[in-house]
């Protein structure tokens, strides 16, 4: 049976793990063995400083496990981490929500074609007398965007990923339990290179459809 918690506050140890810490409790709680975890919950693990106290707010899921401690009492074994706040919805009337999903999908396009797309050429229509209305502009059909999402599905995570290396983004998407990643890819994590930075652009413009 699947169980979660509250952590408050959590401590990198010497040997590369974390103490986590429930609301209010003096002891550990739980020890998480990956530090590459804390990226679900939006957490930059390399800024740790080994002893130190570090507030921070996320749920933690764990199960029981059959070993038993010299107390007699079972292990408790971390098995995801989730942040508490999502980021807005659908029902967000902040503007720059929505600028940011538009510049999103820019860079992915630039970025993927190596080039700001071409306006669209605008379609014949067939002769009338009557006077035609505007007519809609649409930078980008809905098959290029079923072929950008594709795209943008098929990236993989490198090594630095730590349990989600390996695996593309879309399969991030579809599991619960990267989604977190992908937002963190998306809005956290600073990108250094050129191809990280695609990466990130693709994160975004997935982000962005789960909206």
Partial sequence: MTERILITKLVRTAD?????????????DLTLFDLSDLIDAGIEFESLTVGKET?????????????????????????????????????????SAILQELRAIRILLEQLAGSPPPSP???????????????????????????????????IVPAFGGRHADRTLGDLVDD??????????????????????????AARYLAGDDK
């Fill in 16 to 28: 590369g793990r974390a103490d986590l810490y429930g609301r209010g409790h003096q002891y550990k």
């Fill in 55 to 95: 507030p921070c707010r996320f749920w933690a899921l764990y199960r029981l496990s059959e070993k038993l401690n010299k107390r007699g009492n079972p292990y408790k074994d971390v098995i995801a981490l989730e942040p508490v706040n999502r980021p807005a919805t659908t029902t967000s009337v902040d503007n």
């Fill in 121 to 155: 050429e605008p379609d014949r229509e067939p002769p009338t007398t009557a006077k035609p209305g505007p007519k809609p502009v649409s930078p980008v059909s809905p098959a290029k965007n079923e072929d950008l999402t594709a795209r943008a599905r098929a990236y």
């Fill in 176 to 201: 619960p339990n990267g989604q977190g990643f992908v937002h963190y890819l998306a809005n956290n994590w600073t990108p250094v290179s050129d191809e990280q930075k695609k990466l990130q652009a």
